[in-house]
């Protein structure tokens, strides 16, 4: 596998672990991504929740829980170690403070534009800042908001295809359309954002995430132009993945039948997989009768079926019945658990067995296999 080049930050991997919340990708996976040579990423939602033992406000409990992550993390690797906000959180802004002032390598944004993410970097800040976008459209919005209000050049920018797991920058009616694939979207990016980085003398990779579950995947994503892929749903079954026994073992037991897109409460769609409580929620049985959190711009008590915190909060404690897991279009093919080590090594295979192999191929077979 190639190197993946972030400003000054060089990861012998080109694979980034996503962040997953609330609580399934904290220090623990993190640090053993990094370990390998990956980036590894701490989400920050629902920090709150988890470190609520430390203070009843939830945007203070949050500051404290990445702080605390980072120390963790910091002391288990030496390797890149980013956090993942999203835009949609009501403490944003304060995660995002937390994180640079912390220095954290890179943060990773999405869930909504994070048009104002470069006012947030204070001087000698190393922290590099990398969007999550759903379009090429969106990406050169972004890269000339940021140039001409910041000055700022984006250090990389993640396209996340409509495969990915859980909340989606897309409409219900274009998660299976192919014109919003992740292989059409890819070149796209790249095109727009090689564009940009032209004109303004900087190189910005492109990294592609949602769907992509093996080496052979990576390969064929990387043979369009992307220069590291962002991976979630694979990392959930490891050993170091920082959810309860029973989130990962949902995966495991999973059938295609059981993934599945939802409503949620935030107003976006998402992948998930179907549960008792998602169940319940169909049949009217859910209604909160408070926000105990206000952790979503977007959320709506007076007009949401259940708390999304909770929901996920529990899941991540492994108490389905009163929670769902989020999922990648390709949860339902998890066979075991195993290290991250082992994951890495085996993607590192399959990627240069297939790789072996390539030159052998006709172009369709190469930008699209059997498929």
Known sequence: MKTLKIGNLCASVPIIQGGMGVGISLSGLASAVACEGGIGVISSAGLG???????ADYREASIRGLKEELRKAREATRGIVGVNVMVAM???????????????????SGAGLPLNL?????????????????SARAAGLLCRKWFSEYGYVPDAIVVEGPKAGGHLGYKREQLD???????????EVVAEVSKFGEAHDRHIPVIAGGGIYTGEDI???MALGAEGVQLGTRFVTTEECDADPAFKQSYIDARPEDIEIIESPVGMPGRAIRSSFLDRVKEGLKRPKACPFDCIKTCDVTH???CIMLALYNAFKGKLQNGYAFCGANAWRAEK?????ELIASLKSEYDDFAAR??????????????
Do not use: C, W
């Not at 470069?118 to 759903?134: D, K, M, W």
């Not at 658990?337 to 080590?341: E, G, L």
């Not at 390539?358 to 498929?371: D, Q, T, V």
């Open 337 to 341: 658990i195993q290290s991250v080590r």
């Open 49 to 55: 929740a988890i470190y609520r033992n430390y203070s």
């Open 90 to 108: 009501s403490n944003f802004a304060d995660m995002v403070r937390t994180a640079i002032a912390e220095k954290a390598d890179i943060i990773f």
């Open 219 to 221: 390969y064929r994503i």
């Open 304 to 306: 949401s079926p259940y």
């Open 358 to 371: 390539y030159e052998g191929l006709s172009l369709r077979e190469k930008l699209f296999g059997g498929r």
């Open 177 to 187: 359309d192919e014109h919003y694939s992740l292989e059409r979207l890819v070149p």
């Open 118 to 134: 470069p006012s947030f970097l204070t001087e000698g800040a190393r922290t590099r800042l990398a969007p999550i976008v759903s």
